[in-house]
């Protein structure tokens, strides 16, 4: 399992994580946060691409600094951006990623390498050069290669950036199917696909853990804090003045609105309170300090 202690990690005199703690455990657990509030760069620590300063990380009990070797024969990564060998074909680029994995040569090989290609729907497209591939496509790549070798610990950064939605679909039946026995450490900012898939989570916020607990503690923490109100439309510009508003959908002649608030607000008293989704209860917990 993975145990992080005060963490810290700063480029230049920029600090990106301070003293960050966090433990994981097995199945899908998903990190929430704003650009920039370090979720990349902790996955990249995890991952054994980047150093840090202070504070200690094992998976597995294994010792991140001391045996990065040892972390990576057990580990599948999916960066943020995924964008190499512009000119192997897709079946070359996997039978690298196989070779870097220390998958012996053979039919098992194969027989692999051409399982995760047709999950990720990318077999026909198997003698394609990768800069001829869209960039759902080189997303789905990346994909299949993480999954390449039965990793115990899988880490995908941003992994639906640029996938429709039948395909978004597809791979979170992909990730519920693959977790059993494994980590898998999720990170995006689209909350539909940590709804979807996580159980556990955490809020990252300025360097820092700022929640971590199951998704039904999270959205205990927004109950009673989640108001609807259907208002006529030059009303809601005075509203977004008093509130933080999270959705509006518009109707013939008025908006309905779903906002933030502690308690309710002087002026939209036909406001009603409803259940939060997650979305809701993300923005409630990561605005502390500005919902009013």
């Known amino acids: 399992m993975i145990r992080i202690e005060n963490l810290s990690k700063s480029f230049g005199k920029t600090r990106v994580l301070q003293q960050l703690s966090l433990n994981v455990n097995e199945g899908v657990f998903g990190i929430l946060g704003n650009n920039g509030a370090g979720k990349t760069t902790l996955l990249k620590i995890l991952a054994t691409v980047l150093s840090f300063e202070q504070g200690t990380v094992t998976?597995?009990?294994i010792d991140v600094k001391k045996e990065a070797h040892e972390i990576r024969k057990r580990l599948g990564y999916l960066p943020q951006d995924f964008n190499f060998f512009p000119n192997m074909s897709l079946d070359f680029a996997m039978h690298y990623f196989a070779d870097l994995k220390g998958m012996p040569k053979g039919?098992?090989?194969q027989s692999e390498i051409d399982d995760w290609?047709?999950?990720?729907?990318?077999?026909?497209?198997?003698?394609?050069?990768i800069k001829q591939l869209s960039g759902g496509m080189k997303q789905r790549l990346g994909i299949a290669q993480a999954l390449l070798g039965n990793p115990k610990l899988l880490i995908v950064d941003e992994p639906t950036v640029g996938l429709d939605p039948d395909e978004r679909i597809r791979f979170r039946h992909?990730?519920?199917k693959f977790s059993q026995g494994r980590i898998i450490l999720l990170s995006t900012h689209i909350v539909s696909d940590i709804a979807s898939t996580c159980h556990n989570i955490a809020i990252i916020r300025a360097g820092r853990t700022f929640f971590q607990g199951p998704v039904d503690e999270l959205l205990k923490l927004?109950?009673?804090k989640v108001w609807e109100i259907e208002l006529p439309l030059d009303q809601i510009e005075r509203l977004s003045e008093?509130?933080?508003i999270v959705t509006i959908i518009r109707?013939?002649?008025?908006?309905h609105a779903r906002f933030?608030?502690?308690e309710p607000v002087v002026g939209f008293e036909a406001a009603r309170l409803c259940a939060p989704t997650l979305e809701d209860a993300y923005l409630y917990v990561n605005g502390q300090g500005e919902i009013k």
């Open 174 to 176: 992909l990730l519920g």
């Open 242 to 244: 008093q509130v933080k």
């Open 117 to 129: 290609l047709d999950q990720v729907n990318l077999l026909p497209h198997r003698k394609k050069l």
């Open 260 to 262: 933030l608030s502690n």
């Open 107 to 109: 039919k098992q090989r």
């Open 59 to 61: 998976v597995f009990g």
């Open 251 to 255: 109707r013939i002649g008025s908006v």
């Open 222 to 224: 927004a109950d009673g």
